[in-house]
């Protein structure tokens, strides 16, 4: 507090120093403006610094350890009809239960991660214009937020490999948060939520991997589905595909009116290599997706900000 | 990159329709974004001769009468005088009788405007008050085939008669496909239109008759190429061709409609001819003015270098724009100065012009590394870079160049040809069965179909009693491994042939963290709480107002905005701006908490060597009108929880300088403590400095949970009672804390061996009095004596 005061003395000082700015030759007055001024704006920063320090001075101490304060009465919670989950957490929720059922481990993707798993580890040549299409954001380390959950796939394989040798497959899948250097809009989010599936075993094939697929998004839409693809590019799949289902008619879907869903592929030999898998012995596929799309598409939302935005009138609904 | 289906129908034969064309194109081989239907652009748009043309003294008019071949009969609202000649004004210099123009008749769209929100309509007008005029007179730009309105589009009489429609003579009813290149970036065969239609054929199951042209020309000495380094540029082909007679009269032409739909805009001769082969072949080409280019190497024959630049060095591109060089931008270089960006643009100083004499016609590969690098670090997309950094094979630098010297016959001729091939071509063979084909695929396709199918698109195979020994063609430099096979295979005859099946099941572990989170999404829906999900980057302001220092913070270099630049800390501060907007909104009271992934970069590296990462939960509480004491509320969500995990914890006063502890105040916050002296979260008031910066109302409070360490403790135990119980309230005056009382409550239990719930009654402090009323309820289990009861009230 004293310190206080000592600062609005010296603002006080300053002050009166500036009115003698009559009494300076004109050619010196903006160079000793100039310098006043800068002692000012120093006294300034410093009381608002010591007002701020100030403001948490003066506080009562409670006792940590009651249930109350005294003569107030016992806290309450809010009763459960303002309670929500977020429609995102509660589909992903769903998904990955979904996955369980039809044996999927389950593991959570990083939000923080670097250059190897992010692509090296998935085959991803160094300086590949291949790196460019996933718009990442980078730290001053060189640290990657991740722009797909595809950054888990080395250490997936790697966790689970003992699988492989006990004769059962690696099957798991992993949400998580991603990123990617987009400008926002209605249907782009910079911040956004993926799934990704891995499964290896000693023979599976690409006609699993539909059925897998297919299977999920029936469970999931809670009907029958007629499913597309497309031929895809990543460097982490070959073949690489696109996977589509019909837009289900509970949503409004037409015949013939084709989602895209997500990317898939059998997983690169070098892949499964570099986790320490021998691609001549074992096979595997993988997919990815977002999860915004299919909750969007799920409650009829037509923009994906909401999911961010904290709003409680858009989060009161779930 | 955009793809005409009537070129397309050059190269293939198509027997299925459009519709299921583009269906299957999209299904096996590539993503088509869109489909642009011109089948109607061109409607009511002829080939006219101008047979009469007079100047209007004193205006750019001339009145001119046109031969539209008949037509003009047919459409209501023509006349035509005695001859049959539709009157038409025109302004362009260079109408003349005896040309072949183009006429859009009234009642056309202009083509150009076909887009737009509202289309042209050409009509019937009177010019100058007196002249009616019928339609018009076009130019390419209104044929939307050029962006430069100078003068009318003329057309050759070779290959056309008045009355004819435009449409017929360029094929111009025509459907283009938009082309997601993402999905073609492993296939720079692919960006030709010849590549596309091999592919094209491929999938209909038909063989791909074109040949590609033989090398007829021959390397000659006469001219120098160096190439520096021989990972920058595989092969460079340079072809001199000296003038020798003009170029014919520019007449609108069918290549002039395929740069157009194409995407492209005519320029001159010599460029349209290269950007032409380009688009036909994949092979991007570059035309060097040769006298220019001698002179600024100052040498008398060209030497070409082709070398890394230097950082630093400049170089004027063709668009007027001076750009500073760096290492790893390749330079085309005439004795070592710069004249062109290699892959990406040419250069001022060599640029073709109207007086040029001999030209340069380059045509060679280059790294897709460092032209991706030049991409970046220039900025510059042009439908050249974009091939180039796909790959381009280097087989056919020399025919394509040698393509462009035939095209351009008329006014120039071969005079020297170099052409340096810096790495050996490599021919791989690739072994696989068609078992190993199927059992990937799940599919059972014999030896002849999968034969068949590779060799429809160039691959020579020779089948073995089901092993192929397989040899790519030389335009497929992407195919290595077996896998690359299988994916030809299934790709071309179909992935939606595949019959989906499923795997056998086997049983699945949870994930630990993933349940505990629902457990806890669970509890808190039961306790009125509100889950939000807020970005995991935060402003530095944010960070700040928190009391949290940005240092402590991973930074993000190419952020989208300041909003974002940090990656957060801890959960609460991002909440407590949220709380800010649902105050506004206005919502009188709520309990926002998040369960996300944190940062710090105090916390250093794990084991795989990336940040620690930790899994917490933070919840605040906001209420706009409460004058009670808010931490309260916040400690009773934290018992409540923690209850429900079977978690037992003391709240301790505040000691660590935790980054997550930071918003709260000391003096009215605790820290969370498990019985084994863990610590696994803070729970508080804020300081009032951070209230204030977050401009939130005084009742305001909430914790940071580690859930990493309650993953640890939370358990399934569960203590049941079920018997007789004794419940007896108890008051004592005091001056201890809460903690305290309770504390020598259960000392005297344990003396008497007995067993007790003690839940809180109320804290009463009569006014003026330093003492307070701590009233308990007491629950006996076992042990009951009035004895306890007796010591107790002593207390």
């Known amino acids: ?103 999927f481990d389950v593991m959570e993707s990083r939000q923080l991660d670097d250059e190897f798993h992010m692509f090296d580890s998935l085959n991803f040549a160094k300086e590949h214009p291949a790196r460019d299409g996933y718009d990442t954001f980078r730290t001053e380390e060189g640290l990657i937020p991740p722009a797909h959950t595809s950054t888990m796939q080395h250490r997936a394989l790697k966790k689970y490999k003992h699988n492989l040798d006990e004769g059962k497959a690696i099957a798991v899948v992993i949400p998580g948060r991603v990123h990617r250097n987009e400008d926002v809009d209605a249907t782009h989010e910079h911040t956004f939520y993926q799934c990704e599936g891995v499964y290896v075993s000693e023979n599976c094939n690409m006609g699993n991997m539909l059925g897998i697929l297919r299977e999920f998004f029936e469970k999931y839409y809670g009907q029958k589905l007629n499913i597309r693809t497309q031929p895809g590019y990543f460097p982490f799949t070959e073949p690489s595909l696109e996977f589509m289902i019909e837009k289900p008619k509970t949503l409004g879907g037409k015949k013939g009116d084709f989602l895209e869903m997500l990317g898939c592929g059998m997983i690169h030999p070098n892949v499964l290599k570099m986790a320490g898998i021998d691609p001549t012995k074992y096979h595997g596929f993988a997919w990815g997706g977002g999860m915004d799309r299919l909750v969007m598409l799920k409650y009829g939302l037509d923009d994906v900000r909401y999911f961010e935005s904290g709003n409680l009138n858009f989060l009161k609904e779930f | 990159m955009k793809i005409s289906l009537n070129w397309l129908k050059k190269y293939v034969d198509i027997k299925v329709s459009n519709e299921d064309l583009i269906r299957l194109i999209g299904a096996r081989l590539v993503e088509v974004e869109g489909v642009i239907d011109e089948t109607h652009k061109y409607d009511k748009i002829y080939v006219a001769r101008v047979e009469t043309a007079e100047k209007i003294e004193g205006t750019h008019l001339t009145l001119c009468r046109i031969n539209v071949g008949g037509v003009g009969k047919e459409l209501a609202k023509v006349e035509t005088d005695e001859n049959g000649l539709v009157q038409v004004m025109c302004g362009a210099p260079n109408v003349r009788a005896g040309m072949l123009a183009v006429w859009i008749a009234p009642g056309a769209v202009v083509p150009a405007s076909v887009h737009e929100d509202a289309p042209f309509v050409i009509g019937k007008r009177k010019m100058l008050g007196k002249y009616d005029s019928y339609g018009m007179l076009a130019g390419a730009d209104e044929l939307d085939f050029d962006d430069k309105h100078e003068k009318i589009a003329e057309i050759d009489p070779e290959v056309a008669r008045p009355g004819e429609l435009l449409a017929d003579i360029f094929e111009l009813n025509d459907l283009i496909l938009e082309i997601e290149n993402k999905s073609l970036t492993h296939r720079p065969d692919c960006f030709g239109m010849i590549g596309f239609a091999r592919e094209v054929a491929g999938i209909l199951g038909e063989k791909f008759e074109y040949k590609n042209p033989e090398e007829v020309l021959k390397a000659d000495n006469s001219i120098k190429v160096k190439i520096v380094d021989k990972n920058i540029c595989e ?51 570059h035309a060097f003015d040769y006298d220019k280019f001698v002179q600024v190497g100052g040498t008398d024959e060209p030497e070409i270098v082709v070398r890394l630049a230097k950082n630093g060095e400049k170089l004027t591109l063709l668009d007027d724009k001076e750009i500073e060089l760096n290492e790893n931008d390749i330079v085309i270089t005439s004795n070592n100065v710069p004249v062109a960006l290699a892959g990406a643009m040419g250069g001022k100083s060599t640029e073709i012009d109207e007086n040029t004499r001999n030209i340069i016609i380059e045509s060679a590969t280059f790294s897709l590394y460092n032209l991706r690098k030049t991409q970046m670090a220039h900025g510059i997309f042009s439908e050249a870079i974009t091939r180039f950094t796909k790959g381009q094979p280097a087989y056919q630098t020399l025919t394509v160049a040698e393509e462009c010297a035939k095209m351009l016959a008329e006014g120039f001729k071969v005079a020297a040809v170099a052409d340096e091939v810096t790495q050996p071509e490599i021919v791989l063979n690739v072994e696989i069965t068609v078992e190993e084909i199927n059992n990937l695929l799940g599919t059972s396709y014999d030896e002849d179909l999968t034969t068949r199918t590779l060799t429809n698109v160039g691959f020579i195979v020779k089948a073995d009693n089901g092993n192929l020994t397989i040899t790519a063609p030389a335009w497929r430099t992407d195919i290595h491994i077996k896998e690359d096979i299988i994916e030809e295979v299934g790709r071309l005859l179909g992935y939606d042939n595949i019959t989906p099946t499923l795997p056998l099941h086997q049983t699945a572990e949870s994930d630990k963290m993933w349940e505990l989170k629902k457990r806890i999404r669970e509890a808190m829906r039961r306790l009125g709480a509100n889950e939000l999900l807020t970005y995991g980057f935060v402003s530095g302001k944010l960070l700040e107002k928190a009391g949290q220092d940005p240092k402590n913070s991973y930074k993000i270099v190419n952020s989208i905005s300041p909003e974002l630049q940090y990656v957060r800390q801890s959960i609460v501060p991002s909440l407590l701006d949220k709380a800010y907007m649902n105050q506004k909104i206005p919502f009188d009271k709520f309990a926002l908490y998040e369960m996300n992934k944190v940062y710090q970069k105090a916390w250093g590296m794990d084991a795989e060597n990336v940040p620690v990462e930790k899994m917490q939960m933070g919840m605040v509480i906001a209420e706009r009108k409460n004058n009670s004491t808010a931490y309260y509320k916040a400690k009773k ?159």
Do not use: C
């Open chain 2, 637 to 795: 969500y934290v018992e409540e929880l923690l209850q429900g995990l079977n978690i037992v914890v003391k709240f301790l006063p505040l000691k660590d300088n935790f980054a997550a502890n930071k918003p709260f105040e000391p003096k009215r916050a605790a820290e969370i403590v498990t019985e084994d002296g863990e610590i696994i979260g803070v729970v508080g008031e804020f300081k009032n400095s951070v209230r204030l910066e977050f401009k939130l109302a005084e009742y305001l409070a909430g914790f940071e949970l580690d859930l990493d360490k309650i993953l640890v403790k939370a358990n399934d135990k569960k203590e049941i009672y079920i018997g007789k119980t004794e419940k007896r309230d108890l008051t004592v005056k005091t001056n201890d804390t809460y903690g305290v009382v309770v504390e020598k409550i259960n000392k005297v239990l344990a003396k008497y061996n007995a067993k007790a719930e003690i839940t809180p009654g109320s804290v009463y402090q009569p006014e003026g009095s330093v003492d307070k009323h701590i009233s308990v309820h007491i629950e006996f289990r076992a042990g009951f004596d009035n004895k306890i009861m007796q010591e107790l009230e002593t207390l």
């Open chain 1, 1 to 103: 507090m004293a310190e206080l005061e000592t600062l609005k003395q010296e603002l006080k000082k300053i002050n009166a120093e500036y009115a003698g700015i009559r009494d300076v030759p004109a050619e010196k007055r903006a160079e000793f403006g100039r310098e006043i001024n800068a002692r000012k704006q120093e006294i300034l920063a410093k009381i608002a610094a010591a007002e701020k320090a100030a403001m948490d001075v003066d506080v009562t101490p409670i006792d940590i350890t009651a249930p109350t304060a005294p003569n107030e009465t016992l806290p309450e919670v809010y009763p459960q009809s303002f309670g929500s989950k977020h429609p995102l957490m509660q589909e992903i929720d769903r998904v990955t239960e979904i996955y369980q059922m039809m044996g």
């Open chain 2, 235 to 285: 092969r460079y082909t340079a072809v001199v061709l000296e003038k020798h007679g003009e170029l014919k009269q520019k007449y609108l032409t069918w290549q002039d409609t395929i740069l157009a739909k194409s995407g492209m805009r005519p320029v001159d001769l010599i460029v349209d001819a290269t950007n032409y082969l380009m688009l036909l072949t994949g092979q991007p080409l």
